[in-house]
Each structure stands twice: as structure tokens, then as C-alpha cells.
């Protein structure tokens, strides 16, 4: 049986305003009506395999494990204290199975690609099972559509091994557009996909051979872990002592075991704003757009909206991208620039860079509607059963107004129910918790007012979901 590993990290910066760190773009629904994660589970639908395993970042988890929920899996989930890059991620993904006494076949996978031909992609993993059963390191290289620049490339043997799997001759860096256009016309160069599959001992055997170091990091890792909820955790300070390196590195480019699997399944990694727009349904004017639209005069652009209406009038080759708090107008063959706009925000510390204005809690979420010197106005969200921490603010007082559902509130001393249009206040200084004990979504609106709104004004007495 096949056991699924998800790469759930990384940050999406080409993707922003839409793609934010605590909200990046595998978790958004960019092509169709699901997120990038649950296509990438459910595109495993008729295949034997396993639940998926997927690494996480703390951040995240809870999205994780939210959205895997939500479409019916159940997945074991590891948390990487912090990031080391993929050799070090799927080496844990192998130790976890290995400490139970297992040895499946991996299928790792990025939660964030584009896979528009499911049929083929099971073909194509069908024949890298084969090669992984026989002690092989099977990659899966994309046929090549154009003379891309922005991926590396694997150059196939001429002769198959088997069926569709032939041996790696050379793993390459991103070219230039010459010798990309190059690679095209040669016809045995394959674009890198960041996809594997192989036994867990025997990429374990490899890394352990290649790079001991990384090997034994993650070996100490595992070597004490605690599970937490959904979640596993791994020793923090073995991580961090963890060097950070690729599988391509670290393993692939030394090995003389790797072979590669073509994959022609309309992939795409939609690294960017014009990547998605290539994916995009488009109108007969070459234009991909999502939300409340008007289009006059306008051709070949990428309009993507949120709850205002977008009207565009004689525009050409351009993106723009509208969120609660911020917007992008760019030029199509520009949007790799996207990621220096994001660089700019990291750097003078704006809350654009991590939040949208709507933020995502393992209870629900919130979105800041209004805010001032020393007053902020919210839109609560808590989900049937869910409850806030029992917690304490030194510098805000709050207010809760009910608009829907029924709210539990815990206010110092009292517990009691406050239903629609009914409030209550909570003094500064107050213990006080929120929980919904109804069956429907309990809508409220809280105005804070003091001196001090930031979120890390909030001491935490007890919490159900682990939170610090």
C-alpha cells in the first residue's frame, strides 16, 4: 500500500495580497471550489494508498487539520519546529513508519501543484510503485510544454528501464532561455517536479550514506515525540540542529539509484499570478477572472475579486487582485516582482505580509472591520462546540454584542448565556471566555477599546486547543 507524503510548508510570496505566510496559497482555493491541499488528497481517490501523512509548520497545523476534516480524511500530521528544507521533512516522514515497524512505499507530494489529468498522474505513480518496489529512487519529470526558465531540469537515459521509467543522467539547474529552448528541441529533458517515490528504508539507507549528518539529526528528533491532538511533535532543539538541505542534494544527485517517471498531466506549480492565469478558465478575450466582474475592453488578464464589484476598462496583459486590505495592479511578464513588494512589507514589519484583515483561528475566525488609536471593531466567527481560551487582558476592555447563535461567556466570576441582540462587557483585567454551545455558528461583534490592541496582549489560563 502506498503511503501519501504531503509537503505542507512554505509561504507562497508570488501569490500575495492572496497569499499570505499564516495563510498561504496551499490552503486557498485557487482552482476550483477546494483548496490546493484537498485537491492534492482527493486527485489519490482509487489508488490504494494509505491516509496521508503531511508535514506542517506550527502555524499552520490547525489549517491542516481543519481542511483534511473537512473533506472526510483523517491524516497524521508532523510539525516541524522550523523549516530544513525538504531532505530533512520527508526524512521524518520516514522515521515515523519505520519506529512503528513499517516500511510503505512514499509518494511525496507538494500540496500546492496543479495536476489537471488525474488519469494520467495514477498511471504515471503506478509505474514509479514498480521501480520503488525494486530498491529504486523514482523522481517524476513533467514534459516540458515551453522553454521554461524558472524550473531545474532531469535529463532521462535514452533507453527505459521499464515501462515509462528510465534512469537519471544529470539533475540541472534553472537555464537560461537558450539553453532551455535547447533542452526542448533535444527532447530528453524533463522539467523537476519536486515529486518522489520510494521505500522508506531505502531513502533512509541513502541519506544515512550521503548525508549522516541530516540522517542522525532527525534520527535524535524522532527519538522523543509527543503527540498533541491531531499532531506530532518532534524534539525541538534535535530539529533546529538539523542541517537544511534538499532531497535533490542531499540525496538524488548522489545517488546512481535514481530513475524518472515522464509526467505528462497538464502539471503546474503555480508559482505565480500568470502561472495560475495559464490554468485559469479563460473568456473568448483571454481573460481568467473570479468574483463580482465587469469587463469592457479588455484582454488577456487575470481578474481575481473579493466582495466588491471589479469593473476594468481597456486594460491588457495585466493582474489585479483584490482583498479586504490590499490590492495589486501588475503587469503580467512582471509578476515575479510580486515577491519584492512582499520583501518590502516583511521589512518595515506591515501585518500585510502575515495576516489578511479576515484571520483564521482553530475556534473560527475573526475580521478586523474598523480600528483607531484606541478603539478596534471585529466580526467574530465561533463554530459550534468550539471555545476561546479562558484568558485575561492587561491594556483592553472588551465588549460583545450577539448578532446570531447563542454565546456561553465566562466573565470573572459568572457564566452565563447572552443570546442575539443581548451584550456584554468584559473590564480590563477580567478572566473571561467565549464558547459556543449551540448547534449553529454564534455571530458577535466585539469592540475593544484601551491603550494597547495587539494580539500578544492576551494571557492564556487554559486552552483546549494546546496554545501557549
Request: net charge negative.
Amino acid at each position: 500500500m502506498i503511503l501519501p507524503v504531503i509537503m505542507a510548508g512554505g509561504t507562497g510570496t508570488r501569490l500575495w495580497p492572496l497569499s499570505r505566510s499564516m495563510y498561504p496559497k496551499q490552503f486557498l482555493p485557487l482552482v476550483g471550489e477546494s483548496t490546493m491541499l484537498q485537491e492534492t488528497i482527493k486527485r489519490l481517490e482509487g489508488m490504494d494508498t494509505e491516509s496521508p501523512l503531511i508535514i506542517s509548520n506550527e502555524d499552520h497545523r490547525f489549517i491542516v487539520a481543519e481542511q483534511t476534516r473537512a473533506i472526510g480524511v483523517s491524516s497524521e500530521i508532523i510539525l516541524e519546529p522550523v523549516g530544513r528544507n525538504t531532505a530533512p521533512a520527508i526524512a521524518l516522514a520516514a522515521l515515523t513508519k519505520v519506529n512503528q515497524g513499517h516500511d510503505p512505499i512514499m509518494l511525496v507530494l507538494a500540496a500546492d501543484h496543479v495536476i489537471a489529468d488525474v488519469e494520467q498522474f495514477q498511471k504515471s505513480v503506478s509505474f514509479a510503485a514498480v521501480a520503488a518496489s525494486k530498491g529504486l529512487l523514482a523522481t517524476f519529470g513533467v514534459v516540458p510544454t515551453e522553454p521554461e526558465t524558472g524550473y531545474g531540469y532531469i535529463k532521462r537515459g535514452d533507453n527505459a528501464i521499464a515501462g515509462e521509467t528510465y534512469p537519471v543522467e544529470a539533475f540541472v539547474e534553472k537555464p537560461d532561455l537558450q539553453t532551455a529552448t535547447a533542452y526542448l528541441e533535444e527532447g530528453s529533458y524533463l522539467w523537476n517536479s519536486g515529486m518522489f517515490m520510494f521505500k522508506a528504508s531505502t531513502y533512509l539507507e541513502a541519506l544515512k550514506s550521503f548525508r549522516p549528518d541530516i540522517y542522525e539529526a532527525c534520527k535524535s528528533a524522532m527519538s522523543v515525540t509527543a503527540n498533541d491532538l491531531d499532531f506530532v511533535r518532534v524534539d525541538k532543539q534535535a530539529f533546529e540542529a538539523c542541517p537544511s538541505d534538499s532531497i535533490d542534494y542531499a540525496v538524488m544527485e548522489k545517488t546512481d539509484k535514481a530513475v524518472v517517471i515522464p509526467l505528462d498531466a497538464k502539471w503546474n506549480d503555480v508559482g505565480s499570478w500568470s502561472a495560475l492565469w495559464d490554468v485559469d478558465t479563460k473568456d473568448c478575450d483571454g481573460n481568467a477572472f473570479k468574483g463580482d466582474v465587469l469587463l469592457h475592453d479588455t484582454k488577456d488578464c487575470l481578474i481575481h475579486g473579493g466582495e466588491r464589484l471589479i469593473a476594468t476598462v481597456g486594460l491588457d496583459n495585466l493582474i489585479v487582485v483584490d482583498t479586504k486590505d490590499a490590492l495589486l495592479v501588475a503587469d503580467k511578464s512582471k509578476v515575479q516582482d510580486v515577491k519584492k513588494v512582499v520583501d518590502a512589507l516583511k521589512k518595515d514589519q506591515r501585518t500585510e505580509f502575515v495576516h489578511h484583515r479576515e484571520v483564521y483561528r482553530p475556534w473560527g475566525k475573526y475580521d478586523s472591520i474598523d480600528n483607531g488609536a484606541r478603539y478596534q471593531v471585529k466580526r467574530i466567527t465561533v463554530k459550534p462546540g468550539a471555545k476561546l481560551s479562558v484568558q485575561m487582558h492587561h491594556h483592553r476592555a472588551e465588549h460583545w454584542i450577539v448578532v446570531s447563535g447563542t454565546a456561553k461567556v465566562t466573565n470573572g466570576d459568572k457564566t452565563f448565556l447572552v443570546t442575539e441582540n443581548e451584550s456584554t462587557y468584559i473590564p480590563v483585567g477580567i478572566v473571561h471566555a467565549l464558547e459556543n454551545p449551540g448547534k449553529v455558528p454564534l455571530e458577535l461583534i466585539e469592540v475593544q477599546s484601551g491603550s494597547y490592541l495587539g494580539e500578544d496582549d492576551i494571557v492564556r489560563f487554559e486552552d483546549k486547543y494546546g496554545r501557549a
